[in-house]
T-cell receptor
Framework: GAGVSQSPSNKVTEKGKDVELRCDPISGHTALYWYRQSLGQGLEFLIYFQGNSAPDKSGLPSDRFSAERTGGSVSTLTIQRTQQEDSAVYLC?????????????FGPGTRLTVT | AQKITQTQPGMFVQEKEAVTLDCTYDTSDQSYGLFWYKQPSSGEMIFLIYQGSYDEQNATEGRYSLNFQKARKSANLVISASQLGDSAMYFCAMRETSTGANSKLTFGKGITLSVRP
C-alpha cells in the first residue's frame, strides 16, 4: 500500500502570502500529526488529529497557523501571512492510533521557503 | 529542561563495526514509549525501533538494538555491523502517555552518523 504522501514537495512563496500544505495519510490510520523541521533542528510538533478532531494543537506557533482534517483522511496545514521564520520542512505523519506502541509513519515533507 | 537529549554532535564508524548512539530522556510518567528514527540525506523519516517503559527485555530489530537503562533514563541505539547506507541523521523520540495514548512524539536534536568504508 501507499505510504504517507504530501504535496507540494517544494513551495517558494513571498513573505505575506498564504500557503496550504496537504497530507494524505496511510489508509486506515486514524491519527495524523504535523511536525516542522528547521535547518539543523530536530522535529517540532505542531498539531495532532484523531479522526477529524484535534485534541492537541499546542505546537502551533501562532494564530497564523491552522489545520483541518476532513473525512478522517486528508489534512491541510494553512499558514497565513507567511514570514521568513516559517521557512522549514513540514512533515506529516500518521499512525494506526489506539495505543502508544504504534509508530508514526512519515511523509516525504514539504520544503517551504519564504522569500 | 529538554525531554530528549542527544549530545553527540557527530559520530564516525568504520564499516562492519558496531556503533552506539546515545539518548537520555526526562519524564515523570511511569508509562512511556521510546522510538528511534533514521533520516537519510533524502529527508524521509524511517522508523527503526521501539521500546516501551514496561518492557523488561531490550528491543531488537535486525541490526538495531536498544540499550534501555530505565534507572538512568537512557535509551541508546546500537547498530551492529555498520553499512555505508547507515550514514544518516538519527533521532531519538519519546511519547508520554500522560498526554494521551496517541500523543505527539518529542524528538531530540539528532545525531549525524557517518560510516567510513
Amino acid at each position: 500500500g501507499a505510504g504517507v504522501s504530501q504535496s507540494p514537495s517544494n513551495k517558494v512563496t513571498e513573505k505575506g502570502k498564504d500557503v496550504e500544505l496537504r497530507c494524505d495519510p496511510i489508509s486506515g490510520h486514524t491519527a495524523l500529526y504535523w511536525y516542522r523541521q528547521s535547518l539543523g533542528q530536530g522535529l517540532e510538533f505542531l498539531i495532532y488529529f484523531q479522526g477529524n478532531s484535534a485534541p492537541d494543537k499546542s505546537g502551533l506557533p501562532s494564530d497564523r497557523f491552522s489545520a483541518e482534517r476532513t473525512g478522517g483522511s486528508v489534512s491541510t496545514l494553512t499558514i497565513q501571512r507567511t514570514q521568513q521564520e516559517d521557512s522549514a520542512v513540514y512533515l506529516c505523519a500518521s499512525s494506526l492510533g489506539g495505543g502508544q506502541t504504534y509508530e508514526q509513519y512519515f511523509g516525504p515533507g514539504t520544503r517551504l521557503t519564504v522569500t | 529542561a529538554q525531554k530528549i537529549t542527544q549530545t553527540q554532535p557527530g559520530m564516525f564508524v568504520q564499516e562492519k563495526e558496531a556503533v552506539t548512539l546515545d539518548c537520555t530522556y526526562d519524564t515523570s510518567d511511569q508509562s512511556y514509549g521510546l522510538f528511534w528514527y533514521k533520516q537519510p540525506s533524502s529527508g524521509e523519516m524511517i522508523f527503526l525501533i521501539y521500546q516501551g517503559s514496561y518492557d523488561e527485555q531490550n528491543a531488537t530489530e535486525g541490526r538495531y538494538s536498544l540499550n534501555f537503562q530505565k534507572a538512568r533514563k537512557s535509551a541508546n541505539l546500537v547498530i551492529s555491523a555498520s553499512q555505508l547506507g547507515d550514514s544518516a541523521m538519527y533521532f531519538c523520540a519519546m511519547r508520554e502517555t500522560s498526554t494521551g495514548a496517541n500523543s505527539k512524539l518529542t524528538f531530540g536534536k539528532g545525531i549525524t552518523l557517518s560510516v567510513r568504508p
